[in-house]
C-alpha cells in the first residue's frame, strides 16, 4: 500500500495495488478456494463512511499475526460484526422498508446468478447526498440515497450494485502481506484513533484532525480500488448483470452522470471518482463492450423503482428538491399516480396532513384498492390522529397484501394508539421476525410490552433498540433490566452477548474520548513539505 499526500490541497491518497490473481484462491468469479481473503470496505467519505473504513483497517492488521496469512470465514464474520458496529455509529442508515427491500431484491437477483458465496449478502441504504456505493467485510454493500436519487431506472441500479458485488466476489483489497510491510502499526492506529473519535460523536473535523495527528492535522483522506480492480469488476459485472436480465448501459449512464459532476476542489469531488478510479476508460470499455454484444436484454421498466425512487425523494431529499422533482415528474407523466402519492409523503413529511390527505385520496382514486396506496392513506390518517380512519384501511391493506410490512407496521401503530395492545403486539411480531433490526419496530415493541406489563420484554426490545441505536449506555440499563427481571436462556444467551459488546464499545469510546482531549491540548504541527511513505 502506498500512503501519500498529493499536490492538492486536502487529499492524502491511500493506493492499494492487488494483483488480478492471487496464488492459493481462485480466479475471480469461481467459487471460493481453500484461502478466504479479508474484505474491507472499499470507499471513503470525508465524514462517517472514511472513519469507517480506517477503523477495520485496524481491525484486520490487529487480527492478524506477525507472519502474514489469509483469514478465515469465521474471522471474517467476526470482522464483518465489528464493522457493523462501527457503520452504525459512523452512518445514518435509511430504516424504509420499501427502499430497503427494493435495492435489497434487486441485489440478490444478480446474487442468484453468482457462483455459490460464502457469506450471505445484505445490502444497505445510506441517507448521505453524495454520490457513492461501496462494499464492506461479509458481503455487505451500501449506496448512498444521493446516487439513488439520480438513476432513472431499474437498470440504474443494477449496474451499480453489480459492479460492488464484483468486488466481493473477487476479494479486491484482500491481500493484508504488502498492507502491512507498506505502513506501521503505530501510524495506522494514529489514524484510526482519530477517525474513531469523530465517529463517537464529535464532529468530523475534530475526528480527522486527531486522526492524521503528527502527520497532517486536518487533511483530508480518500482509499480507492486500483485500475486494474476496476476492471476486473467491470469485467466480471458485465457478466452478471446480462445474466439477472439486465443491460449494461444502466452502468454507463451512471458513470456519464458522475463524470458530469462538476467540482471545483478535492472536497467537492463526488466520492464515487475518490474510490473507483479510472472513469474515463471504463466508460470507453463499457460503450465498446456493448457495441460488440447486440443481443442484449431489453430495457426493465419497472414500477417497483418509480415506487421507491418516489418514496426517496419524498421523504429522504431536502423539501425543495422533492418538490421540483416531483412537479417535474408530474408534468412529464399527467397520467402517473406516483408523483400524486410522493406529494403525499412530501406533505405528510412537513406536517401538512390536510394537504397530504387530499392529495392522497386523489391517487387512490386512480387506483383504488391498490395496497400502496391503501398504506399511504392509512398512514395519512394515523399521522392526523383519525386513528378509527386508520386502523379500517389498514386492515384492508394487510388483507390485500399480507407480506406488506408498512402497512403492518402503521396498523400494529395504530392498535398501540388505541389501546389495542395485544393485538398490536402480535402485528408488531409478524414485522419483527421479518426485519429484526428495523429501529422503530424495536421500540414500538418495548413501548408495547410495557403497556401490557410484560417488563422483561420491553426492556428486551428497548435494549437491542438502542444497542442498533449506537447508544451504549442506554442499552446496557435495558439489557441488564432485562436479565435482572428473567428471560428464557437463548433469549438470556443473546442479552449477554449484547451487553458484552456495549459494555466493550462504552469502555473504548470512553477511551478515544480520552485521547482525543490530549490531542486537543497537544496539537501537532503541521509538515512543511507533503509527506510521501513507501
Given at each position: 500500500?502506498?500512503?501519500?499526500?498529493?499536490?492538492?490541497?486536502?487529499?492524502?491518497?491511500?493506493?492499494?495495488?492487488?494483483?488480478?490473481?492471487?496464488?492459493?484462491?481462485?480466479?475471480?468469479?469461481?467459487?471460493?478456494?481453500?484461502?478466504?481473503?479479508?474484505?474491507?470496505?472499499?470507499?471513503?467519505?470525508?465524514?462517517?463512511?472514511?472513519?469507517?473504513?480506517?477503523?477495520?483497517?485496524?481491525?484486520?492488521?490487529?487480527?492478524?499475526?506477525?507472519?502474514?496469512?489469509?483469514?478465515?470465514?469465521?474471522?471474517?464474520?467476526?470482522?464483518?460484526?465489528?464493522?457493523?458496529?462501527?457503520?452504525?455509529?459512523?452512518?445514518?442508515?435509511?430504516?424504509?422498508?420499501?427502499?430497503?427491500?427494493?435495492?435489497?431484491?434487486?441485489?440478490?437477483?444478480?446474487?442468484?446468478?453468482?457462483?455459490?458465496?460464502?457469506?450471505?449478502?445484505?445490502?444497505?441504504?445510506?441517507?448521505?447526498?453524495?454520490?457513492?456505493?461501496?462494499?464492506?467485510?461479509?458481503?455487505?454493500?451500501?449506496?448512498?440515497?444521493?446516487?439513488?436519487?439520480?438513476?432513472?431506472?431499474?437498470?440504474?441500479?443494477?449496474?451499480?450494485?453489480?459492479?460492488?458485488?464484483?468486488?466481493?466476489?473477487?476479494?479486491?483489497?484482500?491481500?493484508?502481506?504488502?498492507?502491512?510491510?507498506?505502513?506501521?502499526?503505530?501510524?495506522?492506529?494514529?489514524?484510526?484513533?482519530?477517525?474513531?473519535?469523530?465517529?463517537?460523536?464529535?464532529?468530523?473535523?475534530?475526528?480527522?484532525?486527531?486522526?492524521?495527528?503528527?502527520?497532517?492535522?486536518?487533511?483530508?483522506?480518500?482509499?480507492?480500488?486500483?485500475?486494474?480492480?476496476?476492471?476486473?469488476?467491470?469485467?466480471?459485472?458485465?457478466?452478471?448483470?446480462?445474466?439477472?436480465?439486465?443491460?449494461?448501459?444502466?452502468?454507463?449512464?451512471?458513470?456519464?452522470?458522475?463524470?458530469?459532476?462538476?467540482?471545483?476542489?478535492?472536497?467537492?469531488?463526488?466520492?464515487?471518482?475518490?474510490?473507483?478510479?479510472?472513469?474515463?476508460?471504463?466508460?470507453?470499455?463499457?460503450?465498446?463492450?456493448?457495441?460488440?454484444?447486440?443481443?442484449?436484454?431489453?430495457?426493465?421498466?419497472?414500477?417497483?423503482?418509480?415506487?421507491?425512487?418516489?418514496?426517496l425523494m419524498a421523504l429522504y431529499e431536502s423539501e425543495e428538491i422533492a418538490r421540483k422533482a416531483l412537479d417535474e415528474a408530474r408534468s412529464s407523466d399527467a397520467r402517473s399516480v406516483w408523483p400524486l402519492y410522493g406529494k403525499s409523503l412530501l406533505a405528510m413529511r412537513t406536517g401538512k396532513?390536510?394537504?397530504?390527505?387530499?392529495?392522497?385520496?386523489?391517487?387512490?382514486?386512480?387506483?383504488?384498492?391498490?395496497?400502496?396506496?391503501?398504506?399511504?392513506?392509512?398512514?395519512?390518517?394515523?399521522?392526523?390522529?383519525?386513528?378509527?380512519?386508520?386502523?379500517?384501511?389498514?386492515?384492508?391493506?394487510?388483507?390485500?397484501?399480507?407480506?406488506?410490512?408498512?402497512?403492518?407496521?402503521?396498523?400494529?401503530?395504530?392498535?398501540?394508539?388505541?389501546?389495542?395492545?395485544?393485538?398490536?403486539?402480535?402485528?408488531?411480531?409478524?414485522?419483527?421476525?421479518?426485519?429484526?433490526?428495523?429501529?422503530?419496530?424495536?421500540?414500538?415493541?418495548?413501548?408495547?410490552?410495557?403497556?401490557?406489563?410484560?417488563?422483561?420484554?420491553?426492556?428486551?426490545?428497548?435494549?437491542?433498540?438502542?444497542?442498533?441505536?449506537?447508544?451504549?449506555?442506554?442499552?446496557?440499563?435495558?439489557?441488564?433490566?432485562?436479565?435482572?427481571?428473567?428471560?428464557?436462556?437463548?433469549?438470556?444467551?443473546?442479552?449477554?452477548?449484547?451487553?458484552?459488546?456495549?459494555?466493550?464499545?462504552?469502555?473504548?469510546?470512553?477511551?478515544?474520548?480520552?485521547?482525543?482531549?490530549?490531542?486537543?491540548?497537544?496539537?501537532?504541527?503541521?509538515?512543511?513539505?507533503?509527506?510521501?511513505?513507501?
Open positions: 500500500m502506498v500512503v501519500r499526500f498529493t499536490g492538492r490541497r486536502g487529499a492524502l491518497n491511500m493506493v492499494w495495488k492487488q494483483r488480478t490473481h492471487l496464488p492459493g484462491s481462485r480466479r475471480c468469479g469461481s467459487p471460493s478456494g481453500p484461502a478466504h481473503r479479508p474484505m474491507i470496505v472499499a470507499a471513503a467519505t470525508f465524514g462517517g463512511t472514511l472513519r469507517l473504513i480506517i477503523v477495520t483497517m485496524l481491525i484486520i492488521t490487529l487480527m492478524l499475526p506477525g507472519n502474514v496469512r489469509a483469514i478465515t470465514i469465521h474471522e471474517e464474520e467476526e470482522l464483518s460484526a465489528e464493522f457493523m458496529t462501527m457503520a452504525r455509529e459512523a452512518l445514518t442508515l435509511v430504516d424504509d422498508f420499501v427502499i430497503t427491500d427494493y435495492v435489497t431484491r434487486i441485489g440478490e437477483k444478480i446474487v442468484r446468478v453468482v457462483p455459490t458465496q460464502p457469506f450471505a449478502y445484505r445490502f444497505f441504504v445510506v441517507k448521505d447526498h453524495t454520490f457513492n456505493a461501496f462494499a464492506g467485510p461479509g458481503a455487505k454493500i451500501f449506496i448512498h440515497t444521493g446516487l439513488l436519487a439520480a438513476m432513472t431506472s431499474e437498470a440504474d441500479l443494477a449496474g451499480i450494485l453489480g459492479h460492488e458485488i464484483s468486488h466481493v466476489v473477487c476479494r479486491h483489497i484482500s491481500d493484508s502481506i504488502e498492507r502491512q510491510k507498506k505502513i506501521g502499526m503505530a501510524t495506522l492506529a494514529g489514524i484510526a484513533a482519530g477517525l474513531l473519535l469523530g465517529a463517537a460523536g464529535g464532529s468530523a473535523a475534530l475526528g480527522n484532525a486527531a486522526s492524521v495527528g503528527s502527520m497532517a492535522a486536518g487533511q483530508s483522506l480518500a482509499l480507492s480500488y486500483s485500475r486494474d480492480d476496476e476492471m476486473q469488476a467491470d469485467q466480471l459485472g458485465l457478466d452478471l448483470l446480462t445474466k439477472a436480465g439486465y443491460s449494461p448501459a444502466g452502468l454507463l449512464e451512471m458513470l456519464k452522470k458522475i463524470r458530469s459532476q462538476q467540482w471545483f476542489g478535492p472536497k467537492q469531488i463526488p466520492t464515487y471518482l475518490l474510490t473507483h478510479p479510472a472513469v474515463d476508460d471504463r466508460i470507453a470499455y463499457i460503450g465498446s463492450w456493448i457495441e460488440t454484444h447486440p443481443k442484449l436484454p431489453a430495457p426493465v421498466v419497472s414500477t417497483d423503482f418509480t415506487i421507491a425512487h418516489t418514496r396532513n390536510e394537504e397530504a390527505a387530499i392529495l392522497m385520496r386523489q391517487a387512490l382514486e386512480r387506483q383504488a384498492f391498490d395496497p400502496v396506496m391503501l398504506t399511504g392513506m392509512g398512514r395519512v390518517y394515523f399521522s392526523s390522529g383519525n386513528y378509527n380512519e386508520a386502523l379500517s384501511i389498514l386492515d384492508s391493506a394487510v388483507s390485500l397484501a399480507p407480506d406488506d410490512s408498512e402497512a403492518k407496521f402503521y396498523l400494529g401503530r395504530t392498535q398501540m394508539a388505541l389501546g389495542k395492545y395485544r393485538e398490536a403486539a402480535e402485528t408488531l411480531q409478524s414485522v419483527f421476525r421479518r426485519y429484526p433490526e428495523h429501529l422503530d419496530t424495536l421500540y414500538n415493541l418495548g413501548k408495547t410490552y410495557g403497556a401490557l406489563e410484560k417488563e422483561a420484554d420491553a426492556a428486551y426490545y428497548l435494549g437491542v433498540y438502542y444497542k442498533l441505536k449506537a447508544d451504549y449506555r442506554n442499552a446496557v440499563f435495558q439489557l441488564q433490566r432485562a436479565l435482572d427481571l428473567g428471560v428464557d436462556p437463548l433469549r438470556q444467551e443473546q442479552i449477554e452477548r449484547l451487553l458484552k459488546e456495549s459494555k466493550k464499545r462504552i469502555h473504548l469510546l470512553s477511551r478515544e474520548a480520552e485521547r482525543r482531549q490530549r490531542n486537543l491540548s497537544s496539537p501537532q504541527p503541521l509538515p512543511k513539505q507533503p509527506l510521501l511513505m513507501r
